[in-house]
């Protein structure tokens, strides 16, 4: 009886599991797949890669994989399948393209032995380190992208070795995404704990009405909502144009493409989500355990912080953590008010689906960014008393 | 009972879903662009121009030049779009992946492009170019090279750049005068980078950024930026309204954008033939009596008429300007995205 009850209840939500691992577990592993495979070069040169694959990796590949490398280097062009090639090892090297490119144009002039052709055509094919990169990339799962996304890279000889200085951009973009999703985080926590006080404190009438207003602005899509920042921000807008009335200021600040328009922005945008589950913890709470500690003698301070507070938490660390979540992935907002120095990990990620085709760093960049903010959410839950994933809106 | 109506509602779906598939293999003809003003006009002039003349129904689409879509759609084999504009390096790029069709020159006419405008997979569409200006109420006598760009004591206030590493790093070896000519050649060395970043950090302070197209011409009008460096068609369509930006050609970077024929697209012969028609001369002067285009086609491109009506008309006014080079930017655009980055966070 008590089997088929399971059964039954598995079955109730089976199209939810279903949903949860079609629609989230799937695309994860995907994703984390992409980061670390590496058929481009398997794919497209079947025979080269077979023939690097049975080379020791000393002196240079055998007559073999010089044949197999300029007949398939040719062919994948003319099939249009050389751009995986020779964006993966253009990727590890810079000018490995422009070498490839010209070794399949120059084929139908190639003739046998193709070793000495092709060193003849460029030296560099008679470079040990090029053969091993080539060797290196037809490897099952690569760290390439994950090394990258961290400022690493592998040496020539397969070590792995720090970024040039003028090269490091991902750690401090990582730094920089979180340090401002902190600070979001903060600013919305600061400001929207006495907002969702006093909405809990109105009449029911007057409480329908703020509410609206803190929802009508997030019912409105995020790129407005940012376009209007610009448009308020600007050197001749509305809010230079008050500083200089009030006499703040003397002459008009520049504010867009800086840190503070990314901030103002980001916190506007994300404000509802740290005053609505604060609202709906502070709704519940019962005024008699104020009153309690009113009338044993604790003064208003002190009745905030041991009894009001402590009981807010939950609220607290909800729409902190909503907050953080979804600032972490930000991306339209800090492309259109920030400067390139404000730019988080989301605009990478973008850059690189969409302009470059590097799939590959873009998901590295995305795992590494998922794997970062669980870590930092769960070190958040053990230091933060009353921080629980499950309470209240999630 | 309940299982047998399930399963026949299930294939009913099912057989509704194929034959929506099916009904996709024989849809209309799609071009797709980048929206704005040319395709509002391009859509009359030339889109349903070729449905005129050839009896069809044409529609158009709007995509802003991500190529993410394109390539799962191919990956996928369901191409639901088949003429398309594309820029240079991501025509290039897509081409070597396969995302696009080899044009059938056979079909279109090679020799009616312009020199550049025609690629394995792309027949040349518009020219399109960067200038610097600035607005002549605020500033009398502004720069008009970019070396003079670089002298903050004559020419104080902030300059406005594209925030991409493309066209900044060429200004900044023309400001530090290197000849146009040499420009990738010197770029293509590590030393010819970090000359360009030199260069850039001397007035690092005065630089902001632009990413989208629209904000040159803005940001010069609300007097955040004293100059800019912008595309040239938004610079001549605010001229139009009012505004008095000087045009200053010796500081044109140009490049070509293309049509293409998306890979598999079930109407790919009749896409080669639209792109045949809609880069004819007879269209696109059609096309310029409603909005100013500059045409990568020979003869409409000379045709006095046209210039005499669209003084912004780009191939009149490259004898001084630099090329973009596509291939510079497919093989080096990555490693100098992030040497630009890193330097831009420094």
């Not at chain 1, 062919?75 to 993966?88: D, K, Y």
């Not at chain 1, 997030?218 to 376009?227: A, E, H, N, P, Y």
């Not at chain 2, 290039?92 to 550049?116: A, H, L, N, Q, T």
Request: overall charge positive; proline content about 6%.
């Amino acid at each position: 009886m008590a089997t088929r009850n399971n059964l039954f209840a598995a079955g109730l939500i089976a199209p939810l599991l279903l949903l949860v691992v079609a629609s989230f577990i799937v695309p994860l592993l995907v994703t984390l797949y992409t980061a670390v495979g590496n058929p481009e070069v398997r794919d497209a040169l079947p025979r080269t890669a077979a023939a690097v694959r049975a080379w020791n990796g000393e002196g240079l590949p055998p007559e073999a994989a010089y044949a197999a490398i300029a007949e398939e280097l040719a062919l994948a062009q003319e099939g249009q399948s050389i751009g995986q090639v020779s964006r993966r090892l253009n990727f590890e090297q810079p000018g490995m393209r422009a070498l490839l490119l010209k070794t399949a144009r120059a084929k139908t002039d190639l003739r046998a032995p193709f070793k000495g052709a092709l060193i003849a055509l460029d030296p560099r094919w008679g470079e040990t380190d090029l053969w091993r990169l080539i060797r290196r990339s037809t490897d099952a799962l690569t760290p390439l992208f994950l090394l990258r996304s961290l400022d690493l890279s592998v040496a020539p000889d397969g070590s792995v070795v720090h970024a040039g200085k003028d090269e490091s951009v991902f750690l401090a973009l990582f730094a920089r995404t979180f340090v401002i999703s902190f600070w979001v985080t903060v600013l919305c926590v600061l400001i929207g704990y006495p907002v969702a006080y006093t909405i809990s404190t109105l009449p029911r009438r007057w409480a329908n009405i703020a509410l609206a207003l803190v929802l009508v602005p997030f019912w409105t899509s995020i790129l407005v909502r940012t376009t209007a920042w610009f448009i308020l921000l600007q050197k001749e807008g509305p809010v230079n144009a008050l500083l200089q009335a009030l006499h703040v200021v003397e002459a008009p600040v520049t504010m867009i493409f800086t840190r503070f328009a990314v901030y103002v922005a980001m916190v506007h945008v994300l404000l509802p989500f740290a005053i609505l589950p604060l609202y709906s913890v502070m709704k519940g709470i019962d005024p008699v355990y104020l009153r309690a500690a009113a009338s044993l003698g604790a003064p208003g301070w002190k009745r905030f912080l041991r009894v009001y507070l402590p009981m807010t938490m939950p609220g607290v660390a909800a729409g902190a953590l909503m907050v953080f979540m979804l600032a972490v992935g930000f991306y339209v907002t800090p492309a259109l008010v920030g400067g390139p120095d404000d730019q988080m990990v989301s605009y990478f990620i973008a850059f690189f689906t969409n302009q470059t085709i590097n799939w590959g760093m873009a998901a590295a960049l995305a795992c590494l960014l998922l794997a970062m903010t669980a870590l930092l959410v769960g070190v958040a839950r053990l230091v933060v008393p009353g921080f629980r994933v499950g309470t209240v809106g999630l | 009972m309940v299982e047998r109506n399930l399963m026949s509602v299930a294939m009913a779906l099912a057989g509704a879903a194929m034959l929506a598939s099916f009904g996709a293999n024989a849809r209309d003809l799609m071009v797709v662009g980048f929206g704005g003003p040319f395709q509002d006009n391009a859509r009359t002039a030339l889109f349903q121009g070729y449905a005129k003349a050839t009896n069809q129904t044409v529609k158009d689409d709007v995509y802003n030049g991500e190529m993410a879509k394109l390539y799962s759609m191919v990956k996928s084999n369901d191409v639901i779009y088949d003429v398309i504009m594309v820029e240079a390096p991501e025509l290039v790029r897509g081409c070597e992946d396969g995302i696009f069709e080899k044009i059938d020159w056979s079909v279109v006419k090679k020799d009616k492009f312009i020199p550049g405008g025609t690629t394995t997979c792309g027949a040349g569409a518009v020219l399109w170019g960067v200038t610097l200006f600035y607005d002549p109420a605020k500033v009398q006598n502004g720069p008009d090279t970019y070396a003079k760009l670089w002298d903050v004591k004559t020419y104080p206030g902030k300059r406005l750049l594209r925030s991409t590493p493309k066209t900044t790093l060429e200004i900044a070896l023309l400001a530090d005068g290197v000849p146009a000519a040499d420009v990738y050649k010197v770029l293509a060395t590590p030393a010819g980078q970090k000359r360009a970043f030199d260069k850039l950090d001397q007035i690092k302070p005065q630089l902001m950024w632009w990413k989208s197209g629209t904000q040159p011409v803005q940001l010069i009008a609300s007097g955040d930026a004293t100059y800019a460096v912008g595309f040239t068609g938004r610079i001549v369509r605010a001229n139009d309204g009012g505004a008095r930006y000087p045009l200053l050609w010796k500081t044109l970077l140009y490049s070509v954008d293309y049509w293409a024929v998306v890979k598999g697209s079930p109407n790919s012969r009749e896409g080669m033939k639209m792109i045949e028609w809609i880069t004819d001369s007879k269209p696109l002067l059609a096309l310029a009596e409603t909005y100013a285009v500059s045409p990568a086609n020979k003869d409409a491109a000379a045709n006095p008429a046209l210039s005499a009506k669209n003084p912004g008309m780009l191939s009149s006014h490259v004898s001084d300007a630099l090329f973009i080079d596509t291939e510079f930017w497919v093989q080096h655009g990555e490693d100098l995205e992030q040497k630009f980055n890193a330097w831009v966070a420094k």
